[in-house]
Nanobody
Framework: VQLQASGGGLVQAGGSLRLSCEAS????????VGWFRQAPGKERQFVVV????????YYSPSVKGRFTISRDNAKSTVYLQMSSLKPEDTAVYYC??????????????WGQGTLVTVSS
């Protein structure tokens, strides 16, 4: 599976962005998809995961209520709608595919990352 993340950019605090993660290769609908992020000088952290059907999601407390994950298996794409963005959301965002977990080692496939910068 190859993953391509896109949609990052510069936004003011309080604004919104939508990230996309498009997959190619083996059956996308057999895999859960997660988003992780890595802020400058910090370790990569879990953000959210969606199961293979889209019926179950789990959010990090830091983004719950502000971010929404969804998927369109017909388009082999997962979306991350980010609202009420804060400067602390600034990071490189990575999508990953694998199991319905929150730890990096459960995800076998990774995209290249897209940078989100939130200005105050």
């Amino acid at each position: 599976v190859q993953l391509q993340a896109s949609g990052g950019g510069l936004v003011q605090a309080g604004g919104s962005l939508r990230l996309s993660c498009e997959a190619s290769g083996r059956a996308f609908d057999t895999l859960a998809v997660g988003w992780f992020r890595q802020a400058p000088g910090k370790e990569r952290q879990f953000v959210v995961v969606i199961n293979r059907t889209g019926g179950h999601t789990y959010y990090s407390p830091s983004v719950k209520g502000r971010f929404t994950i969804s998927r369109d298996n017909a388009k082999s794409t997962v979306y991350l709608q980010m609202s009420s963005l804060k400067p602390e959301d600034t990071a490189v965002y990575y999508c990953a595919a694998g199991g319905y977990y929150t730890t990096e080692n459960e995800f076998q496939y990774w995209g290249q990352g897209t940078l989100v910068t939130v200005s105050s």
